[in-house]
T-cell receptor
Framework: KAGVTQTPRYLIKTRGQQVTLSCSPI?????VSWYQQTPGQGLQFLFE???????NKGNFPGRFSGRQFSNSRSEMNVSTLELGDSALYLC?????????????FGEGSRLTVL | AQSVTQPDIHITVSEGASLELRCNYS??????LFWYVQSPGQGLQLLLK??????LVQGIKGFEAEFKRSQSSFNLRKPSVHWSDAAEYFC????????????FGAGTTVTVRA
């Protein structure tokens, strides 16, 4: 069974640009969560999608948005990039059949904002 | 609200020595508990999990953890550390009443010296 796949793995943007990150969950997983990881703030929850609906949301500004498609693939978008958005963005999927909260993580997308 | 505390930011251990990483959680009901490991530049990999039953759980890579309800702790242990165990370790807690959304500790970085 393939794991969680995130693309791109690395990207460099400049301030003011926007970026879209993609995540393909494990087959059969309908819940997708996004986390931002930085050295100073650690792992911070961005949002979670289930059946194309945002089910939970963290404390991030409206520049951070996401969506989920009918095949459970998810994208997150960050508009008007700031230097502080440089981070590792992690996507995780979970099985709602088992419903334990166990997350399966992708390898992340490393975003550098110059 | 549920929370997770990992008191040790950084631990250095000699190869072959034992390792114990501390994790304390704050939550009223019995939580679901997890330990994840992250190698540099990678995503998080699940080491082990506790949902119910035997309070001593075995995981991958020779790790084990013990759930102690009276101390609200879920400490991770390994009897003999290998150089490849150098990584960052995260404790996480979830609960049914919070839609199983995981809260992560700040992480403990483990350095292994020869």
């Amino acid at each position: 069974k393939a794991g969680v796949t995130q693309t791109p793995r690395y990207l460099i943007k400049t301030r003011g640009q926007q970026v879209t990150l993609s995540c393909s969950p494990i087959s059969g997983h309908r819940s997708v969560s996004w986390y931002q990881q930085t050295p100073g703030q650690g792992l911070q929850f961005l949002f979670e999608y289930f059946s194309e609906t945002q089910r939970n949301k963290g404390n991030f500004p409206g520049r951070f948005s996401g969506r989920q498609f009918s095949n459970s693939r998810s994208e997150m978008n960050v508009s008007t990039l700031e230097l502080g958005d440089s981070a590792l963005y992690l996507c995780a999927s979970s099985s709602t059949l088992e419903n334990t909260g166990e997350l399966f993580f992708g390898e992340g997308s490393r975003l550098t904002v110059l | 609200a549920q929370s997770v505390t990992q008191p040790d930011i950084h631990i250095t251990v000699s190869e072959g020595a034992s390792l114990e990483l501390r994790c304390n959680y704050s939550y009223g009901a019995t939580p679901y508990l997890f330990w994840y490991v992250q190698s540099p530049g990678q995503g998080l990999q699940l080491l082990l999990k506790y949902f119910s039953g035997d309070t001593l759980v075995q995981g991958i890579k020779g790790f084990e953890a013990e759930f102690k309800r009276s101390q609200s702790s879920f400490n991770l242990r390994k009897p003999s550390v290998h150089w490849s165990d150098a990584a960052e370790y995260f404790c996480a807690v979830g609960a049914r009443s919070n839609d199983y959304k995981l809260s992560f500790g700040a992480g403990t970085t483990v350095t292994v010296r020869a």
